[in-house]
């Protein structure tokens, strides 16, 4: 009767309210996917959003530069094409080569002469003598490449099969997009001639590989028939991995330039709505927008959606089952969600179920345990979420407050002068960037809570992250009074890095050091080099860190509780996004501190890692 009364029916009243309480915790679930489903539309939107704006604006300022350093600097994968709108019309860019001059009176009669020699009499050596008189006489690249191809064409009729390669490695190199009377490049012809005869297939195969690799940047016509019947030819005959490759990347190109011409024919109707925002266009839809661009005529920008969709999302031209229609910028597009973006469907299966309420009904006293060690838990979570929430909130008011006063006050007309109108406006920029500096802290955590944050991995100069980061902290340093020391070790080697995540990390530790300085009015940030790592350090002359707290300072939420701190606002968020992002790339985060006497915090970077694309946590 003792067991039964004290353990077999505790027991099962306990299984009966666990099952309870799982089923209103799968039925509650149901009830808010809706809702977590159309939260996470949202979220993909703006980011999105953010992607697409981001590479336009980098598209538009690789082409205000020079023609030279715009060749230098390549375009962003995602865009198809972006190519000039004129009367209503696509520009493509081999319709942009200028009419060539007329040659002189001298390369005729050379050239004309050399031919005759050529083909009716077959004097090769003199036929090779009146096409390099001609040469001379070239004025224009097309009249220089011709006679170089016909040097190396008598040449080889005449067996001096290696004389004659140096000229056509020579168009290969400096002829580019020149193209004889019937359009094609004078460089398939030298490149034919290198695969066909075996004089230099690997300069040749570099060529046309590169040539597809950097399609979209090429003035060659390769929709044309007669120039991809050429480039196929040649990429089948060499046979290579890379050759295969370049020929599967060319079908894609010729895929793209078919549906560019069937643009062409709808421009009329897709152009207003593409001044307006992104529309959606083709089966695996292109994004096209119209955009000002120097040096004047507006582009039309194509971007492949599934080279910016967000992670775990798909994009789609038309209504499907499962989307949710794009607006507020966006026409005709639909997203699909993975369904563990938003909602984790039924946390605990039947039989899960069924087994835990025998674990209950064996192990009472263990789960009772287990049971308040959870509850109790929760309630230091939920407090310290509602700690968070406040600490949020008060962040986001205080710039807010800010960014609106000076705002009303310019709009009121109330500045006094330019120098104050100015010292608004950057008081504005800089609460800005605080409020989206939180904002980050914030949904980065998020991402690392859920598993999803990802790190694009590149070789990166540790140098420029460090004085990025001071530039965008120099105005609200200055502001407050602080003098901000930065000491860079110029030898540092770059080293596989999110240049962007780095940047954050150095951010948090400044806004720390302002924010726990009190009278020290001295930030110092250091980047060097120490037993083969790259250490980045940021002292402040602040109120230090007790020993017992150095510790905890990194975990999530958790903030020193003094009474110097209790009005210091802070959501304990910034160490532990430090934390994550130095272990991310292989390294380590420690602190040095004295009460009374500062901190040293210290990001610590391995180099020498080999790089690697994308890694994510």
């Known amino acids: 009767?003792?067991?039964?009364?004290?353990?077999?029916?505790?027991?099962?009243?306990?299984?009966?309210?666990?099952?309870?309480?799982?089923?209103?915790d799968e039925e509650m679930a149901r009830r808010l996917e809706p809702g977590e489903r159309r939260e996470a539309v949202e979220q993909a939107q703006r980011e999105l959003a953010t992607n697409l704006d981001a590479i336009r604006l980098q598209e538009i300022n690789r082409r205000a530069q020079t023609k030279e350093t715009r060749k230098a600097v390549h375009a962003d994968p995602a865009i198809v094409f972006a190519l000039p709108l004129e009367k209503g019309r696509l520009v493509f860019p081999w319709e942009n080569t200028k009419t060539p001059g007329y040659p002189s009176s001298r390369f005729i009669a050379n050239r004309d002469e050399g031919q005759l020699r050529e083909f009716q009499s077959r004097d090769f050596l003199a036929a090779a003598n009146q096409y390099r008189a001609a040469l001379s006489e070239a004025r224009q690249l097309s009249e220089s490449c011709e006679m170089r191809l016909a040097l190396g064409r008598v040449l080889l009729k005449s067996g001096k099969q290696q004389d004659a390669v140096p000229f056509f490695r020579d168009i290969l190199g400096t002829c580019g997009a020149t193209v004889d009377d019937q359009g094609m490049p004078f460089t398939l012809y030298a490149a034919e001639r290198l695969?066909?005869?075996?004089?230099?297939?690997?300069?040749?195969?570099?060529?046309?590989?590169?040539?597809?690799?950097?399609?979209?940047?090429?003035?060659?016509?390769?929709?044309?028939?007669?120039?991809?019947?050429?480039?196929?030819?040649?990429?089948?005959?060499?046979?290579?991995?890379?050759?295969?490759?370049?020929?599967?990347e060319n079908d894609?190109?010729?895929?793209?330039?078919?549906?560019?011409?069937?643009?062409?024919?709808?421009?009329?109707?897709?152009?207003?709505?593409?001044?307006?925002?992104?529309?959606?266009?083709?089966?695996e839809p292109w994004l096209l927008k119209v955009t000002p661009a120097p040096p004047g005529l507006p582009l039309l920008l194509a971007i492949s959606s599934s080279k910016v969709a967000?992670?775990?999302t798909k994009l789609f031209p038309a209504k499907t089952a499962r989307s949710y229609t794009l607006d507020?910028?966006?026409?005709?597009?639909?997203?699909?969600?993975?369904?563990?973006?938003?909602?984790?469907?039924?946390?605990?299966?039947g039989v899960t179920i069924a087994g835990g309420l025998g674990v209950i009904l064996i192990l009472t006293v263990l789960s009772g345990f287990l049971f308040i060690h959870g509850v109790n838990r929760d309630l230091q979570m939920a407090e310290m979420r509602s700690h968070f929430v406040a600490s949020v909130s008060h962040e986001l008011k205080t710039p807010l407050t800010a960014i609106r006063m000076f705002a009303e006050t310019l709009s009121l007309g109330r500045t006094a002068n330019e120098q104050s109108r100015s010292e608004y406006l950057e008081t504005i920029v800089s609460e800005s960037e605080r409020l989206g500096r939180l904002v980050d802290n914030v949904l980065d955590f998020s991402k690392i809570e859920q598993g999803k944050k990802i790190y694009r991995m590149r070789p990166t100069l540790l140098p420029d992250v460090v004085r990025s980061a001071a530039r965008a902290m120099q105005y609200p340093l200055a502001q407050q009074g602080f003098r901000l020391n930065v000491s860079v070790?110029?030898?540092?080697?770059?080293?596989?890095?999110?240049?962007?995540?780095?940047?954050?990390?150095?951010?948090?530790?400044?806004?720390?050091?302002?924010?726990?300085?009190?009278e020290g009015r001295q930030v110092d940030l250091c980047c060097s080099r120490h037993n083969g790592r790259a250490v980045i350090a940021v002292t402040d002359q602040g109120i230090g860190i007790a020993p017992g707290d150095q510790s905890r300072v990194f975990e999530k939420f958790y903030r020193v509780r003094a009474s110097n701190t209790d009005l210091i606002a802070g959501t304990g968020l910034g160490l532990t996004l430090v934390k994550h992002i130095a272990q991310a790339?292989?390294?380590?985060?420690?602190?040095?501190?004295?009460?009374g006497k500062g901190s040293t915090f210290s990001i610590r970077i391995p180099t020498g890692k080999p790089v690697q694309r994308e890694a994510s946590t």
């Open 328 to 349: 507020r910028g966006f026409s005709g597009l639909e997203i699909e969600l993975d369904p563990n973006r938003s909602f984790s469907g039924h946390r605990v299966s």
């Open 585 to 595: 790339h292989g390294g380590s985060v420690d602190v040095e501190s004295s009460p």
């Open 1 to 24: 009767m003792l067991f039964l009364v004290a353990v077999v029916l505790p027991a099962a009243a306990l299984s009966v309210l666990t099952f309870r309480y799982l089923h209103q």
């Open 310 to 312: 967000p992670p775990e």
């Open 489 to 518: 070790d110029e030898e540092l080697p770059p080293l596989p890095g999110d240049a962007d995540a780095l940047e954050q990390a150095i951010l948090n530790l400044l806004s720390n050091a302002v924010k726990y300085s009190s």
């Open 252 to 283: 894609e190109h010729l895929a793209n330039f078919a549906q560019m011409l069937a643009l062409q024919k709808d421009l009329d109707r897709l152009q207003p709505l593409a001044e307006r925002g992104w529309v959606a266009y083709g089966g």
């Open 195 to 248: 695969i066909n005869l075996k004089l230099d297939i690997p300069v040749a195969e570099e060529y046309l590989v590169h040539q597809i690799h950097d399609a979209q940047l090429r003035e060659i016509p390769y929709g044309l028939p007669i120039v991809e019947t050429m480039i196929r030819s040649l990429l089948q005959s060499i046979g290579s991995i890379s050759a295969r490759q370049a020929l599967a």
